[in-house]
């Protein structure tokens, strides 16, 4: 069985999980449908805040949820799981089904928060909490021409 699969988390597992990292902790969320550079870029980008990045990935019905597209998400929650465990910045992988992270959240209690630049950071509820506790909210900088939604429209010709 591959190592990378031990970073798979389920809900249940999270606190002890979470406690057995080494701080700082960052923690970011997202769908991580079809993985791409920008999203590779943003995940190392976010680890570099601190010495443990733990992700909060969307269900498949979380994800459907958002508005993403017909068909969406292309591969499965497992799937996207895995992918993400396999990478080196990333320290632990949990699934949420909420529409947002916010619960997550306050069982994880990370030092910092991270989002996206194509997000308004200061408008995000998430960041509301968790400075709350005293952690930080980074927006980091949206990687320009990588996009899922548009790599899925070039695939399915409609680009």
Known sequence: ???????????????????????????TNGVF?????????????????????VVGLNSDASARGLGKGPGRPLNGEADR?????AL?????????????PLALLQFVRPDCYVKGGDYDIESLAET??????????????FVDGYSTSALVQRIRGEA
């Not at 069985?1 to 923690?27: E, H, N, Q």
């Not at 799981?81 to 465990?85: E, G, M, Q």
């Not at 509301?128 to 900088?141: C, D, E």
């Open 33 to 53: 449908d079809i993985l791409h550079r920008g999203h590779v870029s943003y995940l190392a980008q976010a680890r570099a805040l601190g010495a443990s990045l």
């Open 88 to 100: 080196e910045s990333v320290s632990l992988v949990t699934l949420f089904e909420e529409p947002t």
């Open 1 to 27: 069985m591959p190592s990378f699969l031990d970073k798979l988390c389920p809900r249940t597992d999270l606190a002890a999980r979470v406690a057995a990292l080494p701080r700082p902790l960052v923690f």
């Open 128 to 141: 509301k909490l968790v400075r709350a506790w005293g952690a930080r909210a980074v927006a980091i900088a």
């Open 81 to 85: 799981a895995c992918v993400l465990a």
